[in-house]
């Protein structure tokens, strides 16, 4: 069906060694261990003790609706700690400031290649980012012509002695005729279908971005190498950005490099950011977001499964019939953690985005492992913008 590229066999590691239950593992230890102790001393007391500490740590880690009460506790914490720290009036571009609200360090700079030629940075921070976006999305991901291997792409976390916090791809796409805008059955729809001709709309815009995010001190040796300080850091990112778009390029796939102009124009518009904003710009709630007028309903995607590349294009393919305004979808590898990824849905108002959202969890919910929704929609929404970010929940 596709062209994949060819990378001495690379493949993404799937099943890498992750760090993020350990500390669930070290709980676990040292409830057995106390569980022991009570349990020696063979007495009416001691059983009952032990028994009880199992028990309460049982319920503490067993998930319920997708989360443990120590998982709950932590995303509630989260929340209500991010809506303590909002910065209402960031000192950022009109464009810039929904995300500047919930990121204070968001800044976009630059660096330039060997031909002098601009390169956009986006860092917040604690890491920078580059981004690349591919030329046409018609050979991206599709049922013929080229095809983006997201195993070969995700490889490049780890290139030679530089190790990357994150490489992610995002899409956004805008369905075309959306149902938020035209009434289902409506004349305009019915000639839309007849001129497409296809059971199956197509997309009335679909465009992806490759994002890199570097943070130093994931790999301090191998930035130090290439400058100190910030040049070590812009070098190394252009070091990385080279490699995925020669990668995409073996694959079939053109990408370019964006400046910081066209940097900062696709953060405001994966963000939702209008020319027309309101007093306030934004707001989250346990459930959604919303960002001047719109509303935003993201569910985090825990795994996508064997085969990244086709359980991406079906997600593509549902997508580009929601009845979403645009829906923003991500996949994205982080070192010692599995492929995970994001799906946000733009509306108009609150009851549109839910029923986007569950239209999507009804029908793709056997192939996908899907997140809850309570408590982190502004991670989700960092997760669905090319930052190269994972859902942090």
Same mark, same amino acid.
């Given at each position: 069906m596709a062209r994949t590229a060819q990378l001495s066999g690379a493949r993404l590691p799937l099943r890498a060694r992750s760090t993020r239950y350990l500390p669930m593992a070290l709980f676990w230890q040292v409830v057995v261990v106390v569980a022991l102790l009570f349990a020696v001393q063979r007495t009416a007391t001691g059983l009952v003790v032990a028994g009880a500490v199992v028990l309460l740590a049982m319920l503490l880690t067993l998930p319920v609706n997708g989360r443990s009460l120590f998982s709950t506790l932590r995303v509630r914490a989260a929340y209500s700690s991010r809506r303590r720290n909002l910065v209402a009036e960031p000192d950022q571009p009109a464009a810039l400031v929904p995300l500047g609200q919930w990121l204070p360090h968001l800044h976009v700079t630059e660096t330039r290649n060997v031909y002098g030629g601009e390169i956009g940075v986006v860092g917040d921070g604690e890491s920078w980012s580059g981004l690349l976006e591919i030329s046409s999305d018609d050979n991206l991901i599709s049922d013929r012509?080229?095809? !983006?291997? =997201?195993?070969? =792409?995700?490889? =490049?976390?780890s290139q030679d002695d530089v190790v990357f916090a994150g490489i992610q791809v995002v899409t956004l796409t805008v369905p075309g005729p959306t149902q938020a805008m035209i009434t289902p059955g409506s004349p305009a729809l019915q000639s839309y279908l007849e001129i497409v001709g296809e059971e199956s709309t197509p997309p009335a815009v679909r465009r992806t971005w490759v994002a890199l995010r570097l943070d130093p001190r994931l790999c301090l040796e191998a930035v130090a190498r290439r400058g100190s300080g910030q040049v070590g850091v812009f070098a190394t990112l252009r070091f990385g950005l080279? +490699?995925? &778009?020669?990668? !995409?390029? +073996? &694959? $079939?796939v053109s990408a370019e490099a964006l400046d910081p102009i066209a940097i900062s124009e696709v953060l405001g518009l994966t963000s939702g950011a209008s020319d027309d904003a309101p007093e306030e710009r934004t707001r989250e709630t346990w459930r959604q977001w919303a960002c001047d007028g719109l509303v935003h309903e993201t569910r985090a995607i825990r795994s996508f499964g064997s085969d990244p590349t086709a359980a991406y294009q079906a997600l593509l393919d549902s997508v580009a019939q929601s009845p979403a305004m645009m829906v923003l979808t991500s996949f994205t590898?982080?070192? $010692?953690?599995?492929?995970a990824g994001a799906i946000r849905h733009v509306s108009h108002n609150e009851e549109q985005a839910a029923a986007a959202d569950e239209e999507l969890v009804a029908e793709m919910g056997s192939r996908f492992s899907f997140g809850p929704l309570g408590g982190t929609q502004v991670p989700g929404l960092l997760a669905t913008i090319p930052l190269g970010r994972q859902v942090d929940s």
């Open positions: 012509g080229s095809e !983006l291997d =997201l195993e070969v =792409l995700g490889a =490049l976390i080279h +490699r995925a &778009q020669a990668t !995409l390029k +073996r &694959q $079939g590898v982080s070192p $010692g953690q599995p492929a």
